[in-house]
């Protein structure tokens, strides 16, 4: 490839957004980058992780494209209000966590099982994703996978987002993560589920959470 460039390699250098102009070239190339994947992309659907800051241009461009974009529900916050799944744009995806961020499960036990430095981020993300699902306290003593989990996952399906997806470490309910972002660690990229497919399906406990995820697909016109 270099040889055929003369030792140019395919890159994208983005200009900083600072002026009008610079926001138009940046969109114009991007646009163009954009259409090339999708041209490729064949019958697979092409998704832009718009999460974090994005210039203004970019979400526009993407709709534009046909390209979905990503609705975090303890993300989507504005004025002072968590927007509820019902008010969500059709043509987007919908997910509590990527590869980025800790499991459900992980960020649960930080913020009332294991006192840490950031356990009141967790618990303020928590209380979000507890307005998103309309979770109200019954007891004192609340499970995360008897009382949150279900109330979870109903709110995200029930979302009027076209997919709705969540991480397998979610869909479980497991601890473990398989990146920590900003790091250079060799445990990144390395972790394997601890269990087979075929274990999961005989364990009881398992069996009983698919299939309230079932019911829950099936309710939801998801299946």
Request: net charge neutral.
């Given at each position: 490839?270099?040889?055929?460039?003369?030792?140019?390699?395919?890159h994208?250098?983005?200009?900083?957004?600072?002026?009008?102009?610079?926001c138009e070239?940046?969109?114009?190339?991007?646009?163009?980058?954009?259409?090339a994947?999708?041209?490729e992309?064949g019958?697979a659907?092409?998704?832009?992780?718009?999460?974090g800051?994005?210039p203004?241009?970019?979400r526009?461009?993407?709709?534009?494209?046909?390209?979905?974009?990503?609705?975090?529900p303890?993300?989507?916050?504005?004025?002072?209000?968590?927007?509820?799944?019902?008010?969500?744009?059709?043509f987007?995806v919908?997910?509590?966590?990527t590869?980025?961020?800790?499991p459900?499960?992980?960020?649960?036990?930080?913020?009332?099982?294991?006192?840490?430095p950031?356990?009141?981020?967790?618990?303020?993300?928590?209380e979000?994703?507890?307005?998103?699902?309309?979770?109200?306290?019954?007891?004192?003593?609340?499970?995360?996978?008897?009382?949150?989990?279900p109330?979870?996952?109903?709110?995200?399906?029930?979302?009027?987002?076209?997919?709705?997806?969540?991480?397998?470490?979610?869909?479980l309910a497991?601890?473990?993560?398989?990146?920590?972002p900003?790091?250079?660690?060799?445990?990144?990229?390395?972790?394997?589920?601890q269990?087979?497919?075929?274990?999961?399906?005989?364990?009881?406990?398992e069996?009983?959470?698919?299939q309230?995820?079932r019911a829950l697909?099936?309710?939801?016109g998801?299946?």
């Amino acid at each position: 490839m270099l040889e055929r460039t003369g030792g140019r390699a395919p890159h994208f250098h983005p200009r900083n957004d600072s002026k009008p102009e610079d926001c138009e070239a940046n969109r114009h190339e991007g646009e163009e980058y954009l259409r090339a994947v999708l041209e490729e992309s064949g019958d697979a659907r092409v998704i832009g992780e718009d999460l974090g800051t994005v210039p203004r241009y970019v979400r526009p461009s993407l709709r534009l494209l046909g390209v979905a974009g990503f609705k975090i529900p303890q993300w989507e916050f504005y004025h002072g209000r968590v927007m509820p799944g019902a008010e969500y744009e059709r043509f987007s995806v919908a997910t509590y966590a990527t590869h980025d961020h800790k499991p459900m499960r992980a960020l649960w036990e930080e913020a009332f099982e294991h006192a840490t430095p950031t356990s009141d981020q967790a618990r303020a993300e928590l209380e979000k994703i507890a307005t998103f699902c309309g979770f109200a306290r019954t007891s004192e003593q609340i499970e995360f996978e008897r009382d949150f989990y279900p109330a979870m996952m109903k709110a995200l399906f029930e979302s009027e987002s076209w997919i709705s997806v969540v991480m397998i470490t979610d869909l479980l309910a497991r601890r473990y993560r398989f990146n920590i972002p900003g790091t250079a660690a060799s445990s990144n990229w390395v972790r394997r589920m601890q269990r087979t497919v075929s274990q999961l399906r005989s364990s009881p406990k398992e069996r009983k959470r698919m299939q309230l995820i079932r019911a829950l697909l099936e309710k939801t016109g998801r299946a």
